[in-house]
Structure formats: C-alpha cells, structure tokens
C-alpha cells in the first residue's frame, strides 16, 4: 500500500507558473505508474500527466492534449516523489489536483487528498 501527499497547490494569475509536489510513503516506489488528475467543480475528475515506472519497460511520460506543451511531469525513485510543473496556467486550469499510484502489478489506485490550483484571469 502506499499513501500520497501533494503539495504546492495555491492562487496564480493566468499566464503563471505553479509546481506540485507528491511524496509517496510505501515501499517499492518503482512499481507504481505515478500520475496527476484533476477535478474542476461540476465536471468529472479528468487525467492530467502520467510518469510510467521504467523498471520493467521503457514507457515516456504521457500529457492530456489541453495540457501538452504547458505542463511537464518528472519522477524521482530515490526520493518517492513525482512533481508536476505547469507553466502558462490558464483559468480552465483551475481545479483540485489529485497524485494518482497504481499498482502495475495489481493495477489497484492510491490517491492524494488533493491541492487546489486557482487561476485567476
């Protein structure tokens, strides 16, 4: 099992820049695809970015099309983290960010708590 904390979620005005954080407390880090979705108010959660574990298969990072070229995803195995980097942030981007692990064995999901992104126009 593995329980997720996200971070770094806050107020910025469009065209801004914010960067969530996710620790993830558990063993075997690497085998969890780590991922970000998120939730805007009266609208289904919705995935953002996914950072596939390369332990066993050689996998790129995968974006949402109304994020590609804006935001950017990086893991890092050593600390249990994955971050999301989101440049040129847009009011559309204004929605609870929630840290995603699944199992690729068991394919079983973990979720964070969730941190709000306000974009302000």
């Known amino acids: 099992q593995v329980q997720l904390v996200e971070s770094g979620g806050g107020l910025v005005q469009a065209g801004g820049s914010l960067r969530l954080s996710c620790v993830a407390s558990?063993?075997?880090?690497?085998?969890?695809?780590m991922g970000w979705y998120r939730q805007a108010p009266g609208k289904e959660r919705e995935f953002v970015a996914t950072?596939?574990?390369?332990?066993?298969?050689?996998?790129?990072?995968d974006y949402a099309d109304s994020v590609k070229g804006r935001f950017t995803i990086s893991r890092d195995n050593a600390k249990n983290t994955v971050e999301l980097q989101m440049y040129s942030l847009k009011p559309e981007d204004t929605a609870i960010y929630y840290c995603?692990?699944?199992?690729?064995?068991?394919?079983?999901?973990?979720w964070g708590q969730g941190t709000q992104v306000t974009v302000s126009s």
């Open positions: 950072s596939p574990t390369s332990s066993w298969s050689v996998r790129t990072p």
């Open positions: 558990g063993r075997a880090f690497s085998s969890y695809d």
């Open positions: 995603n692990a699944r199992n690729i064995f068991s394919q079983i999901n973990y």
